[in-house]
């Protein structure tokens, strides 16, 4: 008991005094990352940093500096979060911040960043609230009403749908949020939705709400949910006979709709932030190549984002020709046309990204690009 | 009654007034992220505490603070917002009538969050103690899942998935430790009169408590409802602490924390609760360091995000192994122990010399 307390002690002790191997550079640009890399969500928060980590590849310098990245855990969780964003600007006395992932952890580090005026930009919240009268917190992606309006006239304009119905898992804050801004924009164009049914995350059995849903003869079925319930919906709605077009959400995009789908997802259509083959830009490019060296892994939209959220605030600190944090804000909510990995970044008035997205669909058992939605 | 019991006062204030004075001094002199770490810990306590007296005193193996917080969170939030801000905020839908124009003082909004959840949880008792053990800590579970998905749907009230936000930052570490020690005096108090001590007797052996007379109901009802009032205010202050809040903060890992720190700190002693609510608080923040890249002498050692729930879930296991009550089991911090020791302590040094 003794010995094991010793060695604990001793361990402990060369934990305080190890010293964390950040370069001492004075002259380096510090960058803040508040990403969930463990908890509920944390596959985005690593798909991000993985993104932010190859684009530091690319990019390593800027204004003659060393960029360097400080990385802190959110545990996917509001209160780590508010304190992450504290911990990164009073004790790495970093000059701008990347994250969080989520719209709700990045509503608790937004004030934060915007009282300390260090800007902020957030790969993936899409909630709208996140930058509403935040002068230093931006985005990279676009926002959930956009995407909601985006499917609502695509389904209806383009796929002829009169008639909408809903599927929609009710534990999940972005499904509840881009249900209803798709059924506001589809209704507003003239549309009617037939049926509203409710799942939750971890639902096996949909064949009672997808029987309600049959009954009201839909002309689509929009799923705004994540990759494993649209998955499974897909495949008994195919033994159900239930023959509609499936619309998804940027939440699908993941390789295993495919494989838990198999050939049910054949069809189902989506929007995404990023298609590898819309990607045209040089810098895109660049980025597929040397993550997908780098990681051994496709590039996907979450660390494309991720990428994005880095690229773009180096665009505005050479603009800016300046590390203060609000030289960088102004110089950042003038961006203008950046072409970043997803595709033309202009940051609007309100710190949103203006920008296109991409309707993807799945076909041969790959995703595959459809469509370029204009903004 | 102890004999040194006015000593023991005495000390007891004296001990209070220095630990606002370091407080003071806390505000003024330190960054905004130390502050912060300090908040964090006031708030924790009053939650650890106020779980603690339901699930270590009262021995009811129940689930639900993350319903009781989010309760108290959403009150208080949806009374200090402004008009303005509501109608801003509510994008989908509008906010239902009285909702819309109301928007009190931050105190009494903290009130409201403490009877509004008590009331809830006095109206869910009536529902959860019908059963007992594990089916009362499933039923618990269940309701704080229950005010999650609600809190998710109820657009017009809540607003929903999007959350509210910009609640003015209220929170400081008056609130959170004065409510701390509000609720540790309450409980400490408590437990110690009649009421605790048939609390006691229930955890012990609830048929046998029974038969000497307590009513059980009665005494699981009022730890219940006495523990849901100081969530709920703890609520309302961590609201105004992150200023805002959406369902995804009220899911089950909030109370899984609480009920580690219960744990830890040794189910029933409300001087365990505090000393394990900063430790994991705390001790969560301290040990972020570990997830930094580190060089000892020539070893480098890359980022490991999670190592410190590495750390801490080794930290658990060597408990369950070497001290299987938590840190101060169902024992309570007492002055008589205090001065015992610097009595000892005297006697060595003025034998030594």
């Known amino acids: 008991m003794k010995r094991i307390l010793m060695s604990l002690l001793a361990l402990s002790l060369i934990f305080t005094f190890a010293i964390p191997s950040a370069a001492v550079a004075e002259e380096s640009f510090k960058v803040g990352a508040y990403l969930p890399m463990t908890g509920p969500v944390a596959a985005y928060g690593q798909m991000e940093w993985a993104g932010v980590q190859a684009a530091n590849k690319i990019q390593p310098t800027v204004l003659g500096k060393n960029v360097e990245l400080f990385l802190v855990d959110t545990k996917s969780d509001k209160i780590e979060a508010a304190n992450a964003v504290d911990r990164l600007i009073k004790k790495n006395k970093v000059h701008a911040i990347i994250g969080e992932a989520i719209s709700g952890n990045t509503l608790a580090g937004g004030p934060i960043a915007d009282k300390a005026q260090i800007p902020m930009v957030s790969p993936t919240a899409t909630n709208p609230l996140v930058t509403q009268d935040k002068k230093y917190v931006f985005r990279v992606c676009f926002i959930d009403p956009f995407q909601g309006e985006a499917a609502a006239s695509y389904a209806y304009d383009t796929m002829g749908a009169k008639k909408a119905a809903i599927l929609v898992d009710i534990a999940q804050d972005y499904c509840v949020g881009l249900a209803n801004f798709f059924a506001k924009s589809f209704i507003k164009k003239g549309g009617e939705i037939v049926a509203t049914a409710y799942c939750q995350t971890m639902d096996q059995d949909f064949t009672a709400q997808l029987s309600a849903i049959m009954a009201a003869k839909p002309d689509v079925i929009y799923m705004p949910n994540y990759y494993t319930e649209v998955a499974l919906s897909c495949r008994q709605a195919a033994e159900l006979g239930l023959n509609v077009p499936v619309f998804s959400a940027d939440g699908a995009q993941a390789e295993e709709l495919i494989s838990i789908g198999g050939k049910a997802v054949e069809g189902v259509i989506f929007i995404g932030h990023f298609a590898k083959e819309a990607a045209a830009s040089e810098l895109a490019k660049t980025y597929i190549e040397t993550y997908e060296k780098e990681t051994g892994k496709e590039a996907s939209a979450f660390d494309a984002l991720g990428a994005d959220a880095y690229f773009i605030l180096l665009d505005a600190v050479e603009r800016a020709k300046s590390v203060e944090g609000p030289k960088i804000r102004a110089a950042l909510a003038s961006t203008k046309n950046f072409p970043a990995v997803s595709g033309n970044i202009n940051i609007g008035e309100d710190g949103n990204a203006i920008k296109d997205a991409v309707l993807l669909h799945v076909k041969d058992g790959k995703f595959r690009y459809l469509a370029t939605f204009k903004q | ?353």
């Open chain 2, 1 to 353: 009654m102890d004999v040194h019991h006015r000593r023991n006062q005495i000390l007891s204030i004296l001990a209070i007034g220095l630990g606002f004075v370091l407080l003071y001094l806390a505000q003024k002199y330190l960054t905004s992220y130390q502050v912060r770490i300090l908040n964090n810990c006031g708030l924790f306590i009053t939650l650890a505490v106020s779980y603690n007296l339901i699930n270590g005193v009262t021995g009811q193996f129940s689930l639900e603070p993350n319903a009781f917080v989010a309760i108290g969170a959403y009150t208080s939030a949806l009374l200090t917002l402004s008009p303005a801000e509501k109608a801003m905020s509510f994008i989908i839908e509008p906010i239902i009538w009285p909702l819309s124009v109301i928007q009190t003082p931050f105190i009494i909004s903290l009130l409201a969050a403490g009877i509004v959840t008590a009331i809830f949880g006095f109206l869910m008792g009536f529902a959860v103690f019908r059963v007992r053990g594990d089916y009362l800590a499933i039923v618990t579970l269940g309701f704080g899942e229950v005010v999650r998905v609600v809190a998710n749907n109820t657009q017009t009230i809540t607003n929903g998935p999007l959350g509210l936000k910009a609640l003015a930052p209220y929170t400081n570490v008056w609130w959170t430790w004065g409510l701390a020690l509000i609720t540790v005096f309450y409980v400490s108090r408590l437990v110690r009169t009649s009421y605790g001590m048939a609390m006691k007797a229930v955890k012990y052996d609830e048929a046998a408590a029974e038969a000497v007379g307590i009513n059980a109901f009665r005494h699981k009802m009022l730890a219940f409802t006495s523990s849901a009032f100081f969530e709920g205010i703890g609520g309302g202050l961590l609201a105004h602490l992150i200023t805002t809040i959406s369902p995804t903060l009220f899911t089950f890992f909030l109370t899984f924390n609480l009920l580690i720190m219960i744990v830890v700190g040794g189910l029933g002693s409300t001087t365990g609760a505090i000393i394990a609510a900063i430790l994991v608080t705390w001790g969560g923040e301290f040990l972020r360091f570990v997830e930094e890249p580190i060089n000892i002498f020539f070893i480098h050692i890359p980022a490991v995000p999670g190592m410190r729930m590495v750390i801490f879930s080794l930290l658990l296991v060597l408990m369950m192994i070497f001290a299987r009550h938590g840190i101060m089991g169902t024992r309570e911090f007492s002055w008589n122990w205090v001065v015992d020791r610097m009595n000892g302590l005297k006697f060595l040094l003025r034998n030594r010399g």
